[in-house]
Structure formats: C-alpha cells, structure tokens
C-alpha cells in the first residue's frame, strides 16, 4: 500500500511543482528552472537551479537521482546520485548535472532534468569496540561474493 506524505514547498515564480509520472512512480520529476537554454559539453558538470525549497518533515530526506532516459538516450545523469536533501536544509534544490556523453546536450527551461524520491530516515548511535563479529564473508572486498 502506498503511503503519502504532505510536502510543503516554496517556488520561485515560474518553477514547477514536482509531478509524478504514473500513479506508482517512485520519483517525482524535477524540472529545470533557467531563464534560457544552457549548453553541457561532454565531461562539463553544470548547477542546475529548480527555483524550488523543500521543507521536509524531521525523519525524512529527499534524494535526487538521475532519469534513466537522459542517462541512456544522452550520457546525461545526476553527479552525486543519489544525492541527498536533509530536513533542516532551506535553500534551493539545485542539481548537479554531469554530460558522460559523446556530444554537447542543451537542457531547455522548463525540462525534466532528475527525479525525487522522499525516504525515511534512521540515524545511528556510534559507539567505539575493540571488536566487531565475524562472518563468512569477514573482510572480503570488492567483488569478493563473485563475479
């Protein structure tokens, strides 16, 4: 069953409300706010402002996360995915977007540039041991459980 959380959220003048795409989508599309359109060459990281500011309830986090069409069609995807919005945080949501692509791609105004999904925070308490248990996998890394 799906849960629905109130979301308050301030907007510049012009920026968009987060929508989701179909009625399970687990992301909210985000869209760009810019006054024109802006040009990311291949390997160039641009700030993406959203003109939007969350005020997220204690508990919970919003993450951005990059949409799979751009990622596939152009290369284009979210830098620091998923990255992370806490609940103090006011100021704009702004996306770090990173061209992996061949080819300059030009973000347009108004255009779905990454995805919001609203999870569920746990905060650990952190206590220093002399020990920790072992098991099976005991310090095996990176690709130590197969291929």
């Known amino acids: 069953m799906k ?3 109130s979301l308050r959220i301030k907007l510049d003048e012009g920026a968009q409300l987060p929508r989701y795409a179909s009625a399970n989508a687990a992301g909210a599309d985000v869209f760009a706010h810019i006054p024109s359109p802006v040009e990311i060459l ?5 700030l993406i402002p959203t003109g939007m500011y969350l005020e ?7 993450q951005i996360r990059p949409r799979s069409g751009l990622a596939a069609k152009y290369g284009i995807t979210v830098l620091n995915s ?14 770090i977007v990173i061209n ?7 973000l347009h105004p108004g255009e ?9 925070v746990v905060q650990a ?3 220093v ?19």
Request: hydrophobic share 25%; glycine share 14%.
């Open 100 to 106: 992996h692509g061949k080819d300059p791609w030009v």
């Open 82 to 95: 998923p990255g992370t919005i806490d609940s103090d945080y006011r100021g704009e949501v702004r996306i």
């Open 129 to 147: 041991s002399d020990t920790i248990s072992d098991t099976p996998r005991g310090a095996g890394g990176f690709g130590s459980t197969g291929r």
């Open 112 to 120: 779905r540039i990454a995805q919001m999904v609203i999870k569920p």
């Open 56 to 62: 997220l309830p204690d508990g919970y986090e919003a």
């Open 42 to 46: 291949p390997g160039n990281t641009e």
């Open 3 to 5: 849960q629905v959380l």
């Open 125 to 127: 308490e952190f206590s």
